[in-house]
């Protein structure tokens, strides 16, 4: 049976060796894609990259400081006020190098890239709050200032 097997491979490449050949472009003779089930499924891809960015740059950030929080809270009742600060920013700074090393190995960068960029638009966008608010206080008439 296996040299029967045998036969039929040789007997199959010998046949393969002499018949014909296409030399070309193929490609014309290939049905084109659908365009509508390839731009949606192309969007949906999209919208879930703009989903994961939007949640690693606000939703986990503020989770984890809900988290640390929490935590913090319970370094309090067991030990010290400095316990629970170390508890909180342990927790904290530990869930940013976390969620960055599982978006990047799972595959979800642009959850990573939105930790990442969290880390620079938030204090950012908190120092422009700042600025804004000090011109307004010295734009304003309060007798003072």
């Given amino acids: 049976m296996i040299d029967e097997d045998f036969e039929r491979g040789e007997a199959f490449n010998e046949g393969s060796d002499n018949s014909p050949t ?3 472009d193929v490609a014309y003779f290939q049905e084109p894609p659908e365009k509508s089930q390839h731009s949606s499924e192309l969007q949906k891809r999209m919208m879930n990259k703009y989903l994961q960015f939007f949640l690693g740059v606000l939703i986990y950030p503020i989770l984890l400081f809900i988290l640390g929080y929490f935590f913090s809270e319970i370094g309090w009742a067991i030990g010290y006020y400095e316990t629970g600060f170390f508890i909180q920013w342990t927790v904290i700074i530990g869930g940013y190098v976390v969620g960055i090393v599982l978006g990047f190995t799972s595959g979800h960068r642009s959850f990573a890239w939105g930790i990442i960029a969290s880390i620079l638009i938030i204090p950012f966008l908190f120092f422009v709050i700042f600025l804004l608010l000090i011109m307004l206080l010295l734009s304003s ?5």
């Avoid at 008439?141 to 200032?145: E, L």
Wanted: net charge neutral.
């Fill in 22 to 24: 296409l030399k070309g």
């Fill in 141 to 145: 008439d309060i007798p003072g200032m």
